[in-house]
């Protein structure tokens, strides 16, 4: 697979732009926002200035990220593409922002990721699948372009790392991502003050959506597959909202001989909408092939998509598309 541009091609590009407007898909997650934020501090560094674009329906950000500087953030109603050079990072394909339909006003549009279905559909594409999240890319980017590492860059490029990661526990943590990890926190994190933010410091809430999730859990084929579902109804009576269903999927992932974990959770904003995390506890599974089946996608260990089955169908959906994973060569 081809990575189109290289990072020195892409740093250059970057050197070069005039006018530069940061995105990423929508419901931006730690990966998303700690990208946006290390880049618009990386293109500081080299002199140029960059505005990020939110979507108005993704504002205002998970507390947890909200700590983060955006700068004056650009919505669907203010931004001007005209001579602009649009960098998309943890972005795998243009239907994932609501700058889709417009993507063809935009000149230059450099598209940063690490998922390996990337649909390149930049006009330059850096697309490294090997990278553990985007923050890893443009931590090389940083290098490449000779930015030194600040604890005010450092710091939210570890929270793209640690939250793509599941805290340096799926399948794509390499010694790289470790490499990452020792650099950033050399160059000054405050690894209890994000552990706090991000993982602690939990509210009743949370753990109370995580009780309804645990408790419609079910177990389908044998044990391969673990599901739950939390409905507007568990959110509102758990006090919830959907930043606080971050995390319950890490907890069915992990158990015995289950392969893949599915949690559906009901989008307030489309009633009768779900939207799925998958998470592979095999790694022999491809979840993104899963969810790529049902219109989403993703990585290999993580993936996601939105649906109005019914926990049943859905179930029924996975394990056909696992045992066809495992027709096509997969594992036994
Ligand atoms: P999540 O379960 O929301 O943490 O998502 C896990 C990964 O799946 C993310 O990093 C995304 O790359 C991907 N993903 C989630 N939802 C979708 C979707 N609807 N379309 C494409 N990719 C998705
Ligand atoms: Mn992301
Ligand atoms: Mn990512």
Redesign the pocket.
């Known amino acids: 697979m081809t990575h189109g541009a290289t990072a020195a091609e892409v740093a250059t590009a970057l050197r070069s732009a005039g006018r530069v407007i940061l995105a990423t ?1 929508t ?1 931006p ?1 730690g ?1 998303a926002i700690g990208s946006l934020v290390g880049m618009r501090l990386i293109l500081e560094a080299v002199g140029i200035s960059s505005r990020v674009f939110v979507a108005d329906q993704d504002l205002p950000l998970p507390e947890e990220l909200a700590v983060y500087d955006l700068g004056d953030v650009v919505t669907e109603d203010t931004v001007d593409f005209s001579d602009r050079t649009v960098v998309f990072l943890d972005c ?2 243009a239907d ?1 922002t609501p700058l889709g339909p417009r993507l063809g006003e935009i000149p230059v549009l450099i598209n940063i990721d690490h ?1 390996h279905d990337n649909t390149r559909f930049g006009t330059m594409n850096f697309v490294d699948a090997s990278a553990s999240s985007t923050a890893e890319i443009v931590w090389l980017l940083a290098k490449e372009l000779g930015v030194p590492l600040t604890p005010e860059l450092a710091e939210p490029l570890y929270v793209g790392l640690l939250t ?1 990661t599941g805290r340096f526990s799926y399948e794509n943590t390499t010694a790289r991502s470790h490499a990452m990890a020792a650099e950033l926190i050399d160059a000054g994190v405050d690894l209890t003050g994000v552990r706090r933010r991000l993982y602690e410091d939990v509210l009743p809430a949370k753990l109370h959506l995580l009780r309804y999730a645990l408790d419609s859990m079910a177990i389908h084929g044998d044990g391969l597959l673990v599901s739950a579902r939390v409905t507007a109804e568990d959110f509102a009576a758990a006090g919830a909202t959907e930043a606080h269903a971050e995390g319950i ?1 890490d907890v069915m992932r992990v158990l015995r001989g289950v392969r893949v974990a599915a949690l559906a959770r009901e989008l307030d904003r489309e009633p009768g909408t779900f ?1 799925v ?2 998470r592979a506890a095999d790694p022999t599974v491809d979840v ?1 092939a899963i ?1 790529r089946f049902s ?5 290999p260990q ?5 649906t109005s089955l019914d926990d049943a169908e859905m179930a029924a959906l996975i394990l056909a598309e696992l045992a066809a994973q495992d027709g096509a060569g997969g594992a036994a």
């Open positions: 898909h419901h997650d990966d795998g394909n994932r998922h793509d999927i939207k995390s998958l993104s969810a219109g989403g996608g993703g990585h993580a993936a996601g998509f939105t």
